[in-house]
């Protein structure tokens, strides 16, 4: 199969590759063309600390022997310096072989310094030359650097060729030479690499070729191994998006692919159940709707063929179909009003929020009970106290709490008690309203706000819909507010709505 060079697959694959020639390029680069200059930056760091170390020693009576093992350590040639350039003493990496030679003539003054000053001419090209029989010379160029430490600690500098770092240091007092100021010179001669360059270069190439090989090899395996799981964690959740409620999703390559597949779980769990919730409440609205539609429809026809003529039964089956009629809208009402609360949730609640007296909100939903309370076996009891200041939607929260009422109202026993408490607790705004009618089983205490739930539940079928409470959550939801439901001897609904 063909793939897109967009994959993911393709995108690791030439990551991998790309990786691979950037290392080895870095790699090329160090090992060929800065090789030279890491090289000479590195003995040049090292020879300084070198000369630091030796200053550090000058009070000691092995100075002139760690001269010799730097020397030699190091590849170095150090000279020992008067102010005039005259040279007391010399150590290179052989040393030995040339200082006790006993054909060289030693300066008996002296013993460090071979020749004497009768051995030579005092020309001016000869100023900073070894004597008769020394073995090495200053090098080149030395002269100036002699000349720019005047005033100074430290000078240094490269031969004009750039194959040798030439470095001086002052040292003061020194033990070695009777007390007197000196001057420290460690010279060194870099080492050409340009044969190690084209060495390492050859081997580069081949190593390079053989790596980019595996690199590609690597590149491949792992960039399937990398797009595998994604890719069958996406087929599997288009799988979930034509409801396949048998699809799993795969679990244990990485952790963040892992929490996408428990993600993916979570929904597949969520689309399940809104399914679910889709098909009840189409056949509970189906259901809800075919009732009253259908006896609508029977006492029209009965009316047409029957009552017509007769004027108490034709005005009893009006009454029935405008009774009927009233239900159907109310019906549809509240199931557009709990889509709109539905859909804009604690946004549009927060834009009308203000700060009332929940008391007096109560007596707009007492009012509105009056007519339907009057003449029924029902006994209504308040505890209302005044001053109760909650923040919130007016409207909504009187709305709410004619919900609580109306459940109450449908579900207390005959010759019962609704009882209705508005207090302050907790610096909140309590609302409680309760009735001795039939509790409400333990394991159907957490689904009571659900929709249509109730209205399957219920034994009483006076009310409009099984949307009633469900309203009521989107709003006390909307307001954040604390709610529950506790039946025991009584059964309760509550909710607390602060004052900010």
């Not at 010279?187 to 360059?197: I, L, R």
């Not at 060495?199 to 960039?223: D, T």
């Not at 003529?309 to 009402?333: F, M, P, S």
């Not at 308040?382 to 919900?403: F, H, W």
């Amino acid at each position: 199969m063909q793939r897109n060079n967009n994959t993911l697959y393709c995108k690791l694959k030439w990551c991998f590759m790309l990786f691979a020639v950037i290392v080895f390029a870095l790699l090329w680069l160090l090992q060929t063309v800065f090789l030279q200059k890491i090289y000479n930056a590195v003995a040049e760091i090292k020879l300084r600390r070198t000369a630091e170390k030796l200053e550090e020693q000058k009070e000691s009576d092995k100075f002139l022997q760690m001269i010799d093992e730097a020397a030699q350590g190091n590849s170095y040639m150090i000279f020992v310096l008067k102010e005039d350039g005259t040279i007391l003493y010399h150590s290179d990496a052989y040393n030995n072989m040339y200082r006790y030679n006993s054909s060289l003539n030693t300066d008996d003054r002296n013993p460090y310094r071979i020749g004497s000053e009768e051995d030579s001419e005092n020309t001016e090209g000869e100023a900073y030359s070894w004597k008769s029989g020394a073995a090495h010379n200053l090098p080149d160029g030395f002269e100036n650097l002699l000349q720019s430490i005047s005033g100074k600690e430290i000078a240094e500098m490269y031969t004009d060729d750039g194959t040798a770092f030439l470095y001086l240091r002052r040292v003061e007092n020194c033990r070695a030479f009777s007390g007197q100021n000196v001057l420290l010179s460690i010279n060194y001669s870099f080492v050409s690499v340009a044969g190690t360059v084209r060495i390492i270069r050859l081997e580069l190439v081949a190593l390079f070729l053989l790596v980019l090989l595996i690199a590609a090899i690597a590149a491949v395996k792992l960039s399937r191994h990398f797009a595998y799981p994604i890719e069958e964690i996406s087929e599997k959740a288009r799988l979930l998006s034509e409801y396949d409620k048998e699809v799993t999703f795969p679990r244990g390559f990485c952790l963040e692919l892992d929490n996408l597949s428990g993600t993916l779980e979570r929904a597949k769990h969520s689309l399940n159940l809104a399914e679910k919730t889709r098909r009840e409440l189409l056949a509970n609205i189906t259901h809800d709707l075919r009732t009253p539609l259908t006896m609508i429809r029977g006492y029209s026809e009965m009316i047409r063929d029957i009552s017509w003529d007769n004027e108490d039964d034709r005005e009893h089956d009006l009454n029935v179909i405008i009774n009927e009629t009233d239900r159907l809208t109310g019906l549809v009402n509240e199931i557009l009003e709990y889509s709109r609360i539905k859909e804009c949730g604690y946004g549009a609640a927060a834009a009308k929020m203000e700060v009332f007296d929940l008391s007096q909100a109560w007596h707009e939903v007492a009012i509105q009970f009056e007519g339907v309370l009057h003449g029924l076996p029902f006994l209504l009891e308040e505890e209302v106290k005044s001053g109760v200041l909650v923040c919130g939607d007016r409207t909504q929260l009187v709305r709410a709490m004619y919900n609580l009422m109306d459940n109450a109202l449908n579900h207390c026993s005959e010759n019962g008690t609704i009882r209705v408490v508005i207090e302050k607790r907790e610096g909140a705004g309590y609302f409680e309203v309760s009735n001795d009618g039939e509790r409400i089983e333990e394991e159907d205490l957490p689904y009571v706000w659900d929709r249509y739930y109730t209205s399957r539940k219920r034994k009483n079928k006076n009310t409009v819909s099984g949307l009633g409470l469900a309203i009521t959550k989107e709003i006390l939801e909307s307001h954040r507010a604390d709610y529950g439901v506790i039946s025991a001897d009584r059964t309760t609904f509550w909710f607390s709505v602060t004052e900010s």
